[in-house]
Antibody, heavy 117, light 114 residues
Framework: QVQLQESGPGLVKPSGTLSLTCAVS?????????WSWIRQPPGKGLEWIGE???????NYNPSLKSRVTISVDKSKNQFSLKLSSVTAADTAVYYC??????????WGQGTLVTVSS | DIVMTQSPDSLAVSLGERATINCKSS????????????LAWYQQKPGQPPKLLIY???TRESGVPDRFSGSGSGTDFTLTISSLQAEDVAVYYC??????????FGQGTKLEIK
């Protein structure tokens, strides 16, 4: 059973950089799957941020592309998200997840990141 | 980008009755090479991550009760709960994963008990 766990600071200052890591267990990040970050502002819907393959190939949401970097560390079986120049609008629960041919089939529990001074 | 639009935004159904949620994509999510619709449905309960219910528009994920079913093709899709149970109260989302450079979700449909 694949499990994903997000970690990182819960509070980021405006104009700063949000950094999160997703640890994958119960499966290899080098499997034939893409690995995503998805966020959900409080009380709102889901927004796909981007994804990465173990080769390092990435796809990003065009609306966030200029501020997003997703990277992978195969030695640690984890992948990471960096979002720069954050504002209050970036306050959300951030989920990491696995994509397969069957959609997004495994999700982390999510971590709330608040942007505030 | 493919835009996903769900209807209604909220829905109240009596226990044991049928619940129907619609999802429309701005362009077809049918992949002609394998004749599969790259459309998934998720259930999200408060404080929890979304849970995959249906993929390829009509295939139930393992462990999902058979009262949940998905239908449709191309641009129009439906999630049906045949007999609503109290534990089905949640927000439901559709998602297209046809455009692999940009997955998109519908805005969500809140399902409540009448």
């Amino acid at each position: 059973q694949v499990q994903l766990q997000e970690s990182g600071p819960g509070l980021v200052k405006p104009s700063g950089t949000l950094s999160l890591t997703c640890a994958v267990s119960g499966g290899s990040i080098s499997s034939s799957n893409w690995w995503s970050w998805i966020r959900q502002p409080p009380g709102k819907g889901l927004e796909w941020i981007g994804e990465i393959y173990h080769s390092g190939s990435t796809n990003y949401n065009p609306s966030l592309k200029s501020r997003v970097t997703i990277s992978v560390d195969k030695s640690k079986n984890q992948f990471s998200l960096k979002l720069s120049s954050v504002t209050a609008a970036d306050t959300a629960v951030y989920y990491c997840a696995r994509n397969s041919a069957a959609g997004t089939d495994y999700w982390g529990q999510g971590t709330l990141v608040t942007v505030s001074s | 980008d493919i835009v996903m639009t769900q209807s209604p935004d909220s829905l109240a159904v009596s226990l044991g009755e049928r619940a129907t949620i619609n999802c429309k994509s701005s362009q077809s999510v049918l992949y002609s090479s394998n004749n599969k619709n790259y459309l998934a449905w998720y259930q999200q309960k408060p404080g929890q991550p979304p849970k995959l219910l249906i993929y390829w528009a009509s295939t139930r994920e393992s462990g999902v009760p058979d009262r949940f079913s998905g239908s449709g093709s191309g641009t129009d899709f439906t999630l049906t709960i045949s007999s609503l149970q109290a534990e089905d109260v949640a927000v439901y989302y559709c998602q297209q994963y046809y455009s692999t450079s940009m997955y998109t979700f519908g805005q969500g449909t809140k399902l409540e008990i009448k």
